[in-house]
């Protein structure tokens, strides 16, 4: 097996676990009186810094590779777009050496949060988003299937400022990928921002 297929072959169950850790804790919520406030149409987190793991960069590219010609071209022209918008704020060299994974360093929380604001800050919708839902949804990746809310949807907008109520979902499955795909590739465990890559 090559390596881009080890790392592909990571994926499917991936996905399949982080669903089961929602719906565990949805469940866990439910019997708290705590309801998820997601609801399709509001997407301010789809403009949020979403990284994923080597392994889903390769599966998404595959999952865009297979969309229709006129679907393909948009995601990439967003995403060229937000590309440039990154760079014009000096933000790419840092999100793509800056997303790596040191466990134990203090610094580490406040370097993706710092990075998160920026991007946050570049008011860009994911490449992905059509007319408030996601294009791609049966495919999206974990950190998306493992992103909910149980406060009010309007907070999700700023929420480095509101109180936003996270579903407190565990184990975070994209971050486990991150260290499958290091064991792999043999390089730091390191995330993509998801927009730069299809
Ligand atoms: S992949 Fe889909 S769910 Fe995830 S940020 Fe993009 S549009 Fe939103």
């Known amino acids: 097996m090559s390596r881009e297929e080890r790392l592909l072959a990571l994926v499917p169950p991936a996905l399949v676990e982080a669903d089961r850790a929602v719906a565990r804790r949805l469940l866990q919520d439910r019997d708290r009186g705590l309801a998820l406030a997601c609801r399709k149409g509001c997407a301010a987190c789809c403009h949020y810094l979403v990284r994923v793991s080597i392994a889903e960069v390769l599966h998404i590219r595959r999952v865009v590779e297979a969309l229709s010609e006129e679907h393909r071209e948009r995601v990439r022209s967003r995403a060229a777009v937000i590309r440039s918008e990154a760079d014009q704020a000096d933000l790419t060299a840092d999100l793509e050496g800056g997303l790596i994974l040191t466990p134990g360093d ?37 950190p998306c299937r493992q992103h909910g809310v149980t406060s009010g ?19 975070l499955v994209r971050d486990r990928l991150v260290w499958e795909c290091a064991q792999i590739t043999g390089e730091p465990p390191r995330m993509l921002p998801l927009a730069f890559r299809p």
Do not use: H, K
Request: hydrophobic share 40%.
């Open 153 to 171: 949807a309007d907070l999700c907008v700023d929420p480095f400022s509101n109180n936003v109520r996270a579903v407190a979902v565990w184990p």
């Open 106 to 142: 203090p610094g580490q929380e406040a370097r993706m949060e710092s990075l998160s604001r920026r991007y946050l800050a570049l008011d860009v919708a994911c490449p992905f988003l059509d007319d408030g839902a996601c294009s791609i949804y049966e495919d999206r990746p974990t």
